[in-house]
C-alpha cells in the first residue's frame, strides 16, 4: 500500500484516530452509502482476483516446476546419462534450499524498496536462464551448480510475491490468496506430470534425451514469462494499467484503513526487525514451517520417485499418476482456505486436516498392496499444501506493522527451507523400495506441527486476555512507542 506521512512514531491523539478508524470499519455500518461503498470494494477485490491474483499464481506455478522437474527427470534416464552415483541426486535436491534460505531474508527486508515490478520480472528471467541451462549438463558437479543459482534466484521469489499480495490484499483477505500460491504449487505437481508425460515421447529427438527436453522448454517458457511480468506486474495500484480514478481512490481507503489498524508506515527499520526477532510466535511458527515444508517439498519432489520404485508402477505411469495427487490437494486447499476466510478462523483447518496427512503416512509405513499405497498419497495432499500456506497465513495476519511483518515472514522463509534441505536426504536412492526414513520422518513432522499449533492458538489467546485487561483499564499507549500488533486494539485472528 502507499505510505502515509508523519506515521513512523503515533502520537496519543493518532491512536485515538486509528482505533475510531478500525472501530468503524468492525461495526459495519448498513446505510445505504456504506451498503453501496462495501458493494465498490468487492467489485474491486475481484477485480484484483483477475489481474493480480493469476500473475503471481503463474509465477508459483513456474518455479514449483522448474524446482521439482528433477523428480521427472530422475525417472527419465538423469540418473544413468549424467552417471550419478549413491546419494548425489539427494545432494541435488537439497543444495538448492541452502542457497534458496540465503536469498529470503534480505529479500523480505529489501523488495519492496527495490520495487516488486523491477525484481520479480529479473528474477524470473534468471532463474528461467539456468533451468534451461540444466538440460545441457554432463555430470555431477554441473547438476549442482545449476541447482545452487535456482536455489538463489527461486529464493528471491515467495517473499517478494507475499510481500505483494501484502500490498493489495487486507489481512481478511489475505488467506485465500496466499492459497492461491499453494494452489499453484499443487498444480505445478500435475502440470508437471502431464508435461513430462510429452516429453517421455521426445526421447531421441535431435539425439538429445528426454529429460534434457524438459528443462530446456521449461527454461524457455520461464524466460518468455519474465518478460511479460514487465508489463504484468504494477509498480503500485496509482499506476495500476488495470485501475481507473474510482477503484484508485478505493484503493487510497484501503491503504488508509490498513495502516490505520496495523500502524504500518510503509518504512522498514533496525526497529522493525528487532520486534519480529523477539516476537516468540516468528519462531514458533517458523519451526512448525521446517517440519510441514519438509513433507511438502519432500512429497512434490520425489512423488514420481516413490510412484516408481516404491509401488513399482512403470515410468510412464509414474508420469500421469502424479497429476489427481496434486489435483486433489490443490482443490482440498482451495475450499480450506475458502472457509479459513470466510469464518476468519486460522486454526481449526490445520488442526483437523494433519491428522489425514499422518493417516496417509501409517498407510504407507504399513506392508499393504500398491494401490492402497496409491490411495495413502491423496490423504497425505489433504494436508500438506493447506498445512503449509496456512501456517503462513496465520502468522502474516497477525504481525503488525508492514516491516515487522517483513521480518516476521523473513525469519519463518528463512527456517522454512532447513525443511527443504531435510526433505533432499530422506528419501535415500537406497532405501527403495520401501522409503522406511522418509515416510516416517514425514510423519513425525505433520505429528510434531499439530502440537505446535496448539502452543500457538495458546499464545495468541494468552495476549488476547492480556489486551483486554488493558482496554478495561483505559490503557492509553506510551507516546513515542512503536505501534505493534501487542497493543490492545489490533486483534490477533485464531
Not at 370 to 381: D, E, K, N, R
Not at 399 to 407: F, I, L, Q, S, T
Amino acid at each position: 500500500m502507499t505510505e502515509l506521512d508523519n506515521k513512523d512514531v503515533l502520537s496519543l491523539a493518532d491512536e485515538k484516530e486509528q482505533q475510531a478508524v478500525t472501530r468503524e470499519y468492525l461495526q459495519q455500518d448498513e446505510s445505504p452509502d456504506a451498503v453501496e461503498a462495501r458493494k465498490r470494494e468487492a467489485a474491486l477485490v475481484r477485480k484484483l482476483d483477475c489481474f493480480v491474483a493469476p500473475v503471481m499464481m503463474l509465477l508459483m506455478l513456474i518455479s514449483y516446476l522448474d524446482r521439482g522437474n528433477i523428480g521427472f527427470a530422475a525417472t527419465q534416464g538423469m540418473i544413468e546419462d549424467i552417471h550419478l552415483k549413491g546419494s548425489e541426486l539427494n545432494t541435488a535436491v537439497s543444495v538448492f534450499y541452502i542457497f534458496y534460505i540465503l536469498a529470503e531474508f534480505p529479500t523480505s527486508i529489501l523488495v519492496k524498496r527495490l520495487q516488486f515490478n523491477r525484481v520479480i520480472p529479473a528474477i524470473t528471467f534468471c532463474w528461467g536462464l539456468v533451468c534451461l541451462c540444466t538440460g545441457f549438463v554432463q555430470n555431477f558437479a554441473g547438476l549442482v551448480t545449476t541447482r545452487i543459482f535456482l536455489g538463489f534466484f527461486e529464493g528471491c521469489l515467495f517473499p517478494s510475491m507475499t510481500l505483494f499480495l501484502c500490498n493489495w490484499y487486507t489481512r481478511e483477505e489475505l488467506g485465500v490468496r496466499v492459497a492461491y500460491l499453494f494452489i499453484a504449487s499443487a498444480l505445478s505437481g500435475a502440470f508437471g506430470g502431464l508435461i513430462a508425460l510429452g516429453v517421455l515421447y521426445m526421447d531421441g529427438v535431435r539425439g538429445w534425451a528426454g529429460w534434457r527436453w524438459l528443462y530446456v522448454i521449461e527454461g524457455i517458457l520461464t524466460i518468455v514469462w519474465a518478460f511479460i511480468c514487465i508489463f504484468v506486474v504494477p509498480k503500485n495500484y496509482e499506476t495500476a494499467y488495470f485501475l481507473n480514478d474510482d477503484e484508485k481512490k478505493i484503493m487510497r481507503h484501503r491503504a488508509e484503513r490498513t495502516e490505520a489498524y496495523s500502524g504500518g508506515s510503509g518504512h522498514y527499520s533496525k526497529a522493525d526487525i528487532k520486534e519480529a526477532a523477539k516476537d516468540i510466535k516468528s519462531w514458533v511458527h517458523g519451526v512448525i514451517q521446517i517440519a510441514v515444508v519438509t513433507i511438502l517439498y519432500g512429497f512434490g519432489t520425489f512423488l514420481p520417485i516413490i510412484i516408481k520404485y516404491g509401488f513399482q508402477y512403470t515410468t510412464q505411469q509414474a508420469q500421469y499418476l502424479v497429476v489427481p495427487v496434486n489435483l486433489w490437494g490443490a482443490f482440498v486447499y482451495a475450499v480450506g482456505a475458502y472457509f479459513s476466510d470466510r469464518f476468519q478462523t486460522r486454526f481449526l483447518p490445520l488442526i483437523l486436516m494433519a491428522p489425514i496427512g499422518i493417516a496417509g503416512y501409517a498407510i504407507l509405513l504399513a506392508p499393504v498392496s500398491a494401490g492402497v499405497s496409491y490411495f495413502a498419497t491423496y490423504l497425505i495432499a489433504t494436508a500438506c499444501f493447506l498445512c503449509t500456506g496456512s501456517n503462513i497465513t496465520w502468522l502474516s495476519v497477525n504481525c503488525a506493522p508492514d516491516g515487522k511483518r517483513a521480518a516476521s515472514l523473513g525469519i519463518l522463509l528463512t527456517l522454512t527451507n532447513i525443511g527443504g534441505v531435510v526433505s533432499g536426504q530422506i528419501y535415500r536412492s537406497d532405501a527403495a523400495p520401501k522409503y522406511t526414513l522418509g515416510h516416517a520422518w514425514s510423519l513425525g513432522c505433520l505429528g510434531f506441527a499439530w502440537c505446535g499449533w496448539w502452543i500457538v492458538r495458546a499464545i495468541y489467546l494468552r495476549r488476547e486476555k492480556r489486551k483486554d485487561r488493558k482496554l478495561a483499564g483505559d490503557y492509553r499507549m506510551p507516546e513515542g512507542q512503536m505501534y505493534t500488533d501487542r497493543e490492545p486494539d489490533f486483534r490477533y485472528q485464531l
